[in-house]
């Protein structure tokens, strides 16, 4: 993700575009994703999805064949001689996609003569029948109407409309914003009358945060990014391969402010001597993952270092990477564990994402997806800490699943009660009341004041308490 991360940061485009995109993807209740050009291809720098049974599962970092795309169209707007030649190669070379894991595979392209025009991308459309899409075209189309149209090119079901961002200093494509739907909800006619009017207002004013947007601060130059490789080379010995160790630390010296650096500010960020450097970056550049930049003493990055590894590992979620802490410690401490966040658009709520349990008899089970005040829990005052504003106030509802008691609402019942102890004595048994002791509950569970001892019947000042009698009475 490093790696991945120092092109973003680089880029700056999610950082400065991406909230617009979040706004629009809650304005439409569609998925919305950012897009720029790599090559003959379109690669995902930004995604905001739709949390539905049938939803997008493009990533950061995806790439996606321009002439099954809706972004392909415009980006392929401004290509050359030179890059026309490079996709008509590559078409011809793979014509099913199967360079393209992250899309299913296209039937092989019927076309007697690639090289002849560039609309000679015919291939079967979204019905299946003999007509074919013609990839030059829709580009034609795109260059003229300022926008694009996606009918279920990827595949059957889905559909997208885009629209560039452009650069405000070169006028160029900068990027392609789009809004991605399924004909169930939107056909693509619907589309151009419905949501295309809303996403051009979105990119208007994406552009003017570029405009607006100033110039990037880089913080204080980093240096000795490769120094570490020395350690770890006495520390793993032949097993470790130290130059592979350099020569990645080398695309790590770009980031925000440092987008261009030269040979120089490369070596002295790293640590690296110039000839190690220098060897490669260019390494790198006949790889495809930097190329030189508008001074030709300069480097960038290209969107293909996301390719090393970023979109594997975006898919993976929060829970999914820390189940094997929270297990590893459970095991550890025989106590179970949890993981939460703040559930979105309460502020006042957790909502349980992981956890793992202890081997007992008798334990906690709150299911993945439980919600409980933030603050009647230790994990929800620790999220707390660090939300802006002031704290919410202490909520009084019951939540789902609890019942309301005696001692107070349902929730502070079931994560206050000490189950098998004396109020008294923690951790101490109530014997004299025939409780058993039960196995000590996780610290979630122990937050909270002890309950209140049981309250006693005042006698009524009229009837004078019942006493038995010492011996019992005769018989009459």
Not at 169 to 181: I, L, P
Not at 248 to 263: D, I, K, M, N, Y
């Amino acid at each position: 993700m490093e790696l991945g991360n120092a092109y973003l940061a680089a880029l700056r485009l999610p950082a400065l575009l991406d909230a617009r995109a979040d706004t629009l993807a809650d304005e439409l209740d569609e998925s919305v994703s950012l897009a720029v050009a790599d090559l003959d291809g379109v690669r995902f720098i930004h995604q905001a999805t739709r949390r539905r049974a049938m939803s997008v599962s493009f990533r950061i970092g995806d790439l996606l064949p321009a002439e099954r795309t809706a972004p392909g169209a415009l980006f392929a707007a401004e290509w050359d001689q030179v890059d026309w030649t490079r996709w008509r190669n590559r078409l011809s070379a793979d014509p099913t996609n199967a360079a393209f894991p992250a899309v299913p595979p296209q039937p092989a392209i019927q076309s007697t003569d690639l090289t002849a025009s560039l609309d000679l991308t015919a291939s079967l459309d979204s019905t299946g029948s003999t007509d074919s899409t013609r990839f030059g075209a829709r580009v034609a189309q795109a260059r003229r109407d300022g926008w694009a149209l996606d009918d279920q090119l990827i595949e059957p079901g889905l559909v997208a409309v885009s629209v560039p961002v452009r650069d405000p200093a070169t006028g160029r494509v900068a990027c392609v914003a789009s809004v991605v739907s399924h004909t169930s909800r939107h056909t693509a006619a619907d589309l151009r009358t419905t949501l295309l009017p809303r996403l051009r207002a979105a990119v208007a004013a994406m552009e003017a945060d570029l405009r607006q947007a100033p110039p990037p601060e880089p913080g204080p130059a980093p240096s000795g990014l490769a120094a570490w490789t020395t350690a770890s080379k006495h520390e793993l010995g032949r097993e470790f391969i130290e130059s592979l160790a350099r020569g990645l630390t080398v695309l790590t010296a770009f980031g925000e402010g440092r987008s261009a650096l030269p040979l120089t500010e490369v070596a002295r960020a790293t640590g690296l001597a110039r000839a190690t450097a220098r060897r490669a970056l260019i390494t790198y550049e006949h790889l495809g993952l930097v190329t030189t930049g508008p001074d030709p003493r300069t480097f960038t990055l290209t969107p293909r270092v996301l390719d090393l590894g970023f979109p594997a590992l975006s898919r993976t979620t929060l829970p999914r990477l820390a189940a094997p802490h929270l297990r590893a410690l459970t095991d550890r401490l025989h106590e179970p564990t949890a993981l939460a966040v703040l559930a979105p658009g309460t502020g006042t709520e957790i909502q349980y994402t992981a956890g793992a349990g202890a081997s007992r008899v008798l334990t906690v089970d709150i299911a993945v997806g439980a919600r409980l005040p933030a603050t009647g829990t230790s994990l929800g005052r620790v999220l707390l800490a660090d939300a802006e504003g002031p704290l919410p106030p202490t909520s009084r509802r019951s939540a789902p699943g609890l019942r309301p008691g005696r001692r107070g609402t349902g929730i502070r019942a079931a994560l206050h009660r000490r189950t098998g102890t004396r109020p008294d004595r923690p951790g101490g048994r109530r014997g004299e009341r025939g409780h058993a002791r039960g196995p000590p509950h996780p610290p979630e569970l122990r937050d909270g004041p002890a309950p209140r001892p049981p309250r006693h019947r005042r006698p009524h000042p009229d009837r004078p308490p019942h006493r038995l009698p010492l011996h019992p009475r005769p018989p009459s």
